[in-house]
């Protein structure tokens, strides 16, 4: 349970961390909060010939709101998110989903931008960044480009991240109005990865109908799934329990594919995933009522 | 083996200068190169909470952090909670009146843990304080003396 060797370097600045990425290749990983890193590096199911750390990088965490948009570092510790007024305004559905994950001696290393380019199906942040229509601003050494969350997150530990490429920024448009929000796992203990776990934003219109909706799963296939046909069972529509039960009987049926583990058949996720759809739909809708008013 | 390189941590207040291979867990050096074995090793990848130390006052798995990154920084280990040999912490106090460790094995861990825990919240829900010690196994105490513990810490500290 030690570590492989590796040689260690650790820049000094975002320009240094990109020629070093660049310089070294697929041979080099990229050391955040190491919370996920490290422990694959203790089983030697990670062994990286060079390990880049950029805990030393000045000025990769921080949470602002500019202009309607958040914009968090890569940098910026899990529990900082957890402690955020700013996000609990703006984006709750975020702020709220944080304590679940792991626990607090991993939130006060763990990384959001290590999370999302680790990509764990069963991770918290990547379904949160597909629900709340995040970008992910990504460098080389030459240039930077944006990336949205869907074409991101591409498989099981994989995204749209080249070599030579560090993820930077996470932007996210704040709350809409009348918009509610909710999300719930079940883990086998407080703080394991869930077996199931389900994001849901609704937005209400002045007429009491749905004019928005998002579900997302996470642990529930190769990477985050959007549920977009039982989301659109809810549009335009007043929202009943009937109707709610449909989305939830949509979703977890047609569009998830849990592969099940030693904790949970596929079927009994799939059994959660409804459960989870109704009563997170069934929130959402009752919060966005609320801020309706 | 690869090039060593210099650290200068500061454990307990006091700070230590060595040279370490970059994989060098913190966990080990605290242990092997430090001897101060307070701070407990069980899963080695951040489940049982055993190996939680303070870096610069927060609660971290030292299993899953290399002593380089620690470079410059401050820990406080087990063994930096009681003022002398002769007084213990009020939270071990606790601990040792309500029974709350058997083998005492996670003990370490959890104590580190609670630390600023307790400097945020003295008066802890039950809820809260279950919450807190979710990141740290015990197999002998079932947690309600450990629960009862906090408790008694918190009301003597406020």
């Known amino acids: 349970m030690k570590p492989a060797p590796f040689e260690y370097f650790c820049p000094d600045s975002i320009d240094q961390a990109l020629d070093l990425l660049s310089e070294h290749g697929d041979e080099a990983r990229i050391l955040a909060g190491g919370q996920s890193l490290v422990p694959a590096m203790n089983f030697r199911i990670q062994q990286p010939a060079v390990l880049i750390d950029i805990n030393r990088v000045p000025d990769l965490d921080y949470i602002l709101e500019e202009e309607n948009v958040l914009r968090i570092g890569a940098m910026t510790r899990e529990r900082q998110l957890e402690f955020s007024d700013l996000l609990s305004q703006q984006a709750p559905l975020l702020h709220e989903s944080v304590p679940f994950i792991a626990h607090p001696q991993i939130r006060n290393r763990g990384t959001i931008g290590g999370s999302l380019v680790n990509a764990d199906p069963a991770a918290e942040l990547p379904a949160l960044m597909l629900a709340l229509n995040a970008r992910l601003k990504v460098r080389n050494n030459s240039q930077e480009r944006w990336i949205e969350a869907p074409e991101f997150f591409i498989g099981m530990f994989t995204t749209a991240l080249e070599a030579d490429e560090i993820l930077l920024e996470i932007a996210l448009p704040v709350m809409a109005e009348r918009t509610g929000w909710s999300f719930m796992e079940v883990a086998p203990r407080s703080g394991d990865y869930a077996l199931m776990g389900v994001a849901a934003l609704v937005t209400m219109g002045e007429d009491g109908k749905c004019e928005g909706a998002k579900l997302v799963y996470l642990n529930a296939g190769d990477g985050p799934l959007e549920a977009k046909e039982a989301a659109n069972i809810l549009l335009g529509e007043k929202i009943s329990d009937d109707l709610i039960q449909s989305a939830a009987e949509h979703g977890s049926e047609h569009e998830i594919t849990p592969f099940g583990n030693v904790h949970a058949s596929p079927e009994f996720q799939r059994h959660l995933a409804q459960v989870l759809t109704k009563k997170t739909l069934t929130q959402a809708v009752r919060r966005a009522e609320e801020r309706k008013q | ?158």
């Open chain 2, 1 to 158: 083996m690869t090039r060593l390189r210099s650290v200068a941590i500061t454990v307990n207040n006091q700070e230590y200068k060595r040279e370490v291979e970059p994989r060098m867990l913190l966990s080990d050096f605290l242990r092997h190169e430090l001897g101060l074995t307070g701070t407990h090793v069980g899963c080695e990848h951040g489940v049982c909470g055993a190996c939680s130390i303070l870096f610069d006052g927060e609660s971290a798995r030292s299993c899953l952090m290399f002593a380089v990154q620690a470079d410059g920084h401050a820990i406080r280990t087990v063994e930096g909670l009681s003022a002398d040999e002769d007084h213990l912490h009020p939270i071990q106090q606790a601990f040792w009146e309500a029974h709350g460790l058997q083998c005492g094995f996670c003990t370490p861990g959890i104590l580190m843990s609670l630390i600023p825990f307790l400097e945020k919240n003295l008066d802890p829900t039950e809820e809260e304080i279950r919450h807190a010690l979710s990141g740290n196994l015990c197999r002998c105490t079932g947690y309600q003396h450990i629960v009862d513990a906090v408790k008694l810490a918190a009301e003597r500290m406020r």
